[in-house]
């Protein structure tokens, strides 16, 4: 499926929040306004206490859903929806983009009149320094959420976001991008690891051979296999993932990590 794309797209990025640290919420902030190719930041939190400063649209749900945060992506994707929006991104609260990421996809869009147009994702500690970039994000096989680009063509699929069954959530990529594959939309990828993607799960420090700090949300590894095991219950194909990682040991070096089937990875 595609459309006709406007010249100049109106761009809207959706974050979710629930009481992340100030620095981080303020980094995700600063990364959206430094963008160049001007778009609109909408944050929604999930009945969160700590709240982030304008110049952001800020959107605080009374009552917490718990959803992984896919509610507050659902209000900010509507909301952008009826303030005539032509694009949508979305960046978690932990990470940030590159000053070119939301460029680097409106002139793919451009080009290819893609409806959905994904980036690749580079993992960063949690104190914000670069691990290696994730391969298994391609744009084919997976998306991450934060390197997604809906346009309108697309935006039935932002339904998805709070339809999907409450089991499901903590796989909610997943989810997400099995449904825009179903659809048929067209795609577009630009192979560019233009988003820093803060790690928080163990498994992608004991994957490249790291300790994980002690920041790490070892819990949610068990919430991601309990909705992997409810998904193929419910009927459904499988969603687990071979992870892989490309890490830059050097200028103009790269090695490649690749893992089998990662019965216990995180999503």
């Avoid at 820093?196 to 819990?219: C, H, I, M, S, W």
Wanted: with cysteine; net charge negative; hydrophobic share 45%.
């Amino acid at each position: 499926m595609s459309a006709q794309a406007p010249c100049s797209p109106r761009v809207a990025v959706v974050t979710p929040f629930c009481n992340e640290p100030p620095d981080w919420l303020a980094q995700a902030q600063r990364s959206i306004a430094a963008q160049t190719y001007p778009c609109d930041h909408i944050m929604v939190g999930d009945a969160a206490s700590v709240v982030p400063p304008l110049p952001a649209t800020v959107v605080n749900l009374p009552t917490c859903v718990a959803d992984f945060g896919d509610t507050p992506r659902a209000v900010g994707s509507f909301y952008a929806v009826g303030l005539g929006y032509d694009a949508i991104a979305y960046l978690d609260a932990d990470n940030w983009f590159d000053p070119d990421h939301i460029a680097s996809l409106v002139t793919l869009h451009l080009q290819t009149t893609a409806a959905v147009v994904t980036s690749r994702r580079a993992f960063v500690r949690i104190d914000g320094t670069y691990m290696a970039e994730c391969t298994a994000s391609d744009g084919d096989n997976f998306s991450d959420t934060n390197c997604l680009f809906i346009t309108r063509a697309a935006f039935a699929v932002l339904s998805t976001w709070v339809l999907m069954d409450r089991a499901f959530h903590a796989i909610d990529d997943r989810v997400i991008w099995h449904a825009i594959k179903q659809q048929g939309y067209a795609l577009a990828h630009t192979g560019r690891a233009s988003v820093a993607y803060r790690a928080r799960l163990p498994n992608f420090y004991t994957d490249l051979g790291e300790t994980p700090p002690l920041e790490v949300k070892a819990q949610q590894v068990e919430a991601i296999m309990a909705a992997l095991t409810a998904w193929e219950a419910a009927g459904n194909a499988p969603l687990r993932m071979r992870w892989g990682y490309r890490r830059y040991a050097a200028p103009n070096r790269i090695r490649e990590i690749n893992f089998g089937d990662a019965a216990d990875a995180p999503h």
